[in-house]
């Protein structure tokens, strides 16, 4: 079945590496993507991998696909208060035009 | 370039009524897709359109409908609102062909 699994929450102080995992179950993603949700507003896309390549980096962001596994994970460096906020991993489902989203993981930066 | 537009924003509906939301997807893109975020279900896939026809829809009641115009905005309707339909609705934009897919802000609805 179609399936997106993240841990809740992290927590992280100002300049620290964060990292957030993700696990899906159907075989047949073609992309993943990592959003971003502050409060109150819409999904900002932070990023998306192609089911065939293993890394991504953009600027503070490098996203790891071990395709074997089934996991996902987004490194943000240098993490700043404005990273806090909800970071929801997506896959695509081939020919549907449809993404099943996990339940989202809240990032608190401390200062 | 302008990004995913959503109206309205914010609205408030009468259990029973009905509402309709609209999307206007950036320039070029042929896909919007429809998704409802609520506390308890998270984000759930409503439906998705390309090029005015519906490619494929969620695990919804038949009170959920869509459609999309010739010039690729979207809107979709909730007939008979129930409390449970109180969420947040997001339009998502595409060319249809995979990779990149931006969401809107988003329209909060509010059913008392």
């Known amino acids: 079945g179609e399936d997106v699994e993240q841990s809740l929450f992290l927590s992280v102080r100002e300049g620290d590496s964060s990292v957030i995992n993700c696990t899906y179950t159907?075989?047949?993603?073609?992309?993943l993507y990592w959003y971003k949700q502050e409060p109150g507003a819409g999904l900002q896309l932070l990023t998306y991998?192609?089911?065939?390549?293993d890394m991504k980096q953009d600027q503070r962001l490098t996203v790891l696909l071990n395709k074997k596994d089934k996991h996902l994970s987004l490194r943000i460096a240098d993490t700043q208060t404005g990273d806090s906020a909800i970071y929801f991993c997506?896959?695509?489902?081939?020919?549907?035009?449809?993404?099943?989203f996990g339940q989202g993981t809240t990032l608190q930066v401390k200062p | 370039k302008a990004g995913v537009t959503q109206t309205p924003r914010y609205l408030i509906k009468t259990r029973g009524q009905q509402v309709t939301l609209s999307c206007s997807p950036i320039?070029?893109?042929?896909?919007v897709s429809w998704y409802q975020q609520t506390p308890g279900q998270g984000l759930q896939f409503l439906f998705e359109?390309?090029?005015?026809?519906?490619?494929n829809k969620g695990n919804f009641p038949g009170r959920f409908s869509g459609r999309q115009f010739s010039n690729s905005r979207s809107e979709m309707n909730v007939s008979t609102l129930e409390l449970g339909d109180s969420a947040l609705y997001l339009c998502?934009?595409?060319?249809?062909?995979?990779?990149?897919?931006?969401f809107g802000e988003g329209s909060w609805l509010t059913v008392v």
């Open positions: 159907d075989s047949s993603s073609t992309y």
């Open positions: 991998i192609f089911s065939n390549m």
């Open positions: 359109y390309f090029s005015e026809t519906q490619r």
């Open positions: 320039s070029g893109h042929r896909s």
């Open positions: 997506a896959e695509s489902i081939e020919n549907t035009g449809k993404l099943i």
């Open positions: 998502a934009s595409s060319t249809g062909s995979g990779n990149t897919i931006y």
